[in-house]
């Protein structure tokens, strides 16, 4: 397995942010919170992202495969 980037949780959340950001659409995400889940095993992801959103909606999915992308390329350190 390759290693992966270390990367701390404020660049995660300006990394999200920015890819947010791209998509006008997207204008009730709010803020992304990076979080430190509990590891089942080593290959799983050490962080997960949480959305805050404008008003009682739903992140959209793009939102979720941005996270996923970032979460095969970089370690929260």
């Given at each position: 397995?390759?290693a992966?980037?270390?990367?701390?949780?404020?660049?995660?959340?300006?990394?999200i942010?920015?890819?947010?950001?791209?998509?006008?659409?997207?204008?009730?995400?709010?803020?992304?919170?990076?979080?430190?889940?509990q590891?089942?095993s080593?290959?799983?992801p050490?962080?997960?992202a949480?959305?805050?959103?404008?008003?009682p909606?739903?992140?959209?999915?793009?939102?979720y495969?941005?996270v996923?992308?970032?979460q095969?390329?970089y370690?929260?350190c």
């Amino acid at each position: 397995m390759l290693a992966k980037e270390g990367a701390t949780a404020a660049e995660l959340t300006k990394l999200i942010m920015q890819e947010v950001r791209r998509r006008d659409h997207w204008n009730d995400v709010v803020d992304v919170a990076i979080t430190r889940p509990q590891q089942s095993s080593p290959n799983q992801p050490n962080w997960d992202a949480a959305f805050t959103m404008n008003g009682p909606r739903t992140p959209p999915e793009g939102a979720y495969q941005i996270v996923r992308e970032l979460q095969a390329k970089y370690d929260l350190c």
